[in-house]
């Protein structure tokens, strides 16, 4: 059953701009068995309230459905000889058989001067009808085609149209908030190397962009007070990513190279008050850059800042694993938190739901 509901949704979002909706509620078919042809719902005949009429001999009844301002609701007035009956001399029973082969039964009450379905109808309203009625110790079965909406597409059409079907089945559904923000180094982890005396540089052994190995040769400076020369070695691995002297330049105390580990990085996010109230630390953090998400990555939020900005927004912040080096500190990215989890019996993709008669459709 599931597995029919989720071809109809799939067809349903695929061809929803195909299909040519049949306005008139009831209306199909001939009154004793119809087959739901066009041109026989436009010719089938009508009752006084403008409902689907089923005639058998002195007795008919009249099929009508009312959903002004209420849930929709099917009434059935009764006519002998074209005089209206009490309802409560008719018993009726009416069975709905829509896409799937799933068949509804609608049981009905005596209400004013007709029937009154005891459930509410629920669109589309579009299936095979069955009428069984007693009236005056007579009984009378009729059934017809009540087709809204519906379209017909072969396999070649199916297949040049590029229609596909999934499985409507048990899912976990996954609530997410959409963040932005950008990647960031880690603070304790970029190292500005400095000279420990003042002195002349008198080689530079790495330039920007070079990855470099913890205590590998950096720089071989000549001391300004013994003239004897010492070297400087990388604190840890990482890249050069910035070079503020060279060859010649006196150190003055002042950084040579800024080493910077970038095997993980930050993902700084900015967080309005609404989003805030659903954040805690630990939720999964899913990430793509805005290059048409060409680079997933995963990882849980682990930090969240105490006071807001002046522009009401708050630094939510998660470490993210970069062995490749693809994350690049100052990159535009976009990340789905998931705030909270939620099991559903069926679920079909958002994009499958289509608008019928002004209404989502849910077959």
């Known amino acids: 059953m599931q597995k029919i509901l989720a071809q109809l949704v799939a067809v349903w979002a695929m061809v929803g701009l195909l299909l040519v909706p049949t306005h008139q509620v009831f209306a199909g078919g001939d009154h004793g068995h119809g087959h739901g042809h066009e041109e026989e719902q436009e010719h089938a005949p009508e009752g006084p309230h403008g409902g689907r009429l089923l005639e058998s001999g002195d007795y008919s009844v009249e099929i009508t459905m009312a959903e002004a301002g209420i849930p929709p609701e099917m009434r059935v007035y009764a006519y002998k000889q074209g005089e209206l009956l009490p309802p409560n001399e008719v018993k009726l029973e009416v069975l709905l058989t829509r896409l799937g082969g799933v068949t509804e039964t609608v049981q009905f009450n005596a ?62 559904l996954h609530f997410v908030d959409r963040l932005f923000g950008v990647v960031a180094p880690i603070t304790d982890k970029q190292f500005n190397l400095h000279a ?38 990388s604190p840890a691995n990482g890249q050069i990513t910035q070079q503020y002297l060279t ?39 899913t990430l793509a850059d805005d290059d048409h998400h060409s680079h997933a990555g995963q990882t849980e939020v682990s930090y969240i800042a105490p006071m807001m900005t002046g522009g009401h927004i708050a630094r939510v912040r998660a470490v993210l694993d970069n062995p490749q080096g693809q994350w690049r500190p100052g990159m535009h990215i976009q990340a789905d938190i998931e705030t909270a989890t939620k099991q559903a019996a069926v679920a079909v993709k958002v994009d499958a739901i289509q608008t019928f008669m002004d209404k989502p459709l849910c077959l």
């Open 111 to 172: 209400e004013q001067d007709y029937l009154v379905s005891q459930q509410s109808v629920a669109e589309p309203h579009s299936f095979a009808v069955e009428v069984h009625a007693s009236i005056a110790e007579q009984d009378f079965d009729w059934h017809y085609d009540n087709f809204n909406g519906r379209t017909e597409i072969n396999d070649r059409l199916l297949a040049l149209a590029g229609i596909e079907t999934q499985l409507a089945a048990t899912q976990q």
């Open 196 to 233: 420990p005396y003042d002195g002349v540089i008198k080689q530079l052994h790495v330039s920007v962009g070079d990855k470099v190995k913890q205590d590998q040769l950096i720089a071989t400076i000549t001391n300004a007070k013994t003239l004897q020369t010492y070297q400087l070695f």
């Open 247 to 285: 060859v010649g330049n006196h150190t003055v105390n002042g950084a040579l190279v800024q080493i910077s580990d970038l095997s993980q990085v930050w993902l700084e996010l900015s967080a309005f008050p609404n989003n805030i109230a659903k954040l805690t630390l630990g939720q999964k953090v």
